[in-house]
Nanobody, 118 residues
Framework: VQLQAFGGGLVQTGGSLTLSCTVSGSISNINLMAWYRQPSGKQRELVAAMTRGGSANYADSVAGRFTISRDGAEKKVYLRMNRLKPEDTAVYFC?????????????WGQGTLVTVSS
């Protein structure tokens, strides 16, 4: 499985941006897709996640502003970001988890930089 993230860029406070993550390779047994972010000098943190069944959860800091979604074939995952704030500035990473029985494999895409200007 390979993940490739797109869509980062520079946006003003209050603006919107949509990130896309393309999944290549076998998507069988992928039970979770997520977006993480890592602000400069800080630890990587979970932003939003979606289970294979379609349940989504969000970090408190983005709930109500960000929406994670996927296409029907689950080959793409999106992160719609509204009402962006300077504190949303970070490198955003796409993540996938495969689970076969009790064995989990983690996949990361390359990051895409989102910069929110004040």
């Amino acid at each position: 499985v390979q993940l490739q993230a797109f869509g980062g860029g520079l946006v003003q406070t209050g603006g919107s941006l949509t990130l896309s993550c393309t999944v290549s390779g076998s998507i069988s047994n992928i039970n979770l897709m997520a977006w993480y972010r890592q602000p400069s000098g800080k630890q990587r943190e979970l932003v939003a996640a979606m289970t294979r069944g379609g349940s989504a959860n969000y970090a408190d800091s983005v709930a109500g502003r960000f929406t994670i979604s996927r296409d029907g074939a689950e080959k793409k995952v999106y992160l719609r970001m509204n009402r962006l704030k300077p504190e949303d500035t970070a490198v955003y990473f796409c993540y996938a988890e495969k689970q076969i029985v009790a064995y989990r494999t983690h996949y990361w895409g390359q990051g895409t930089l989102v910069t929110v200007s004040s």
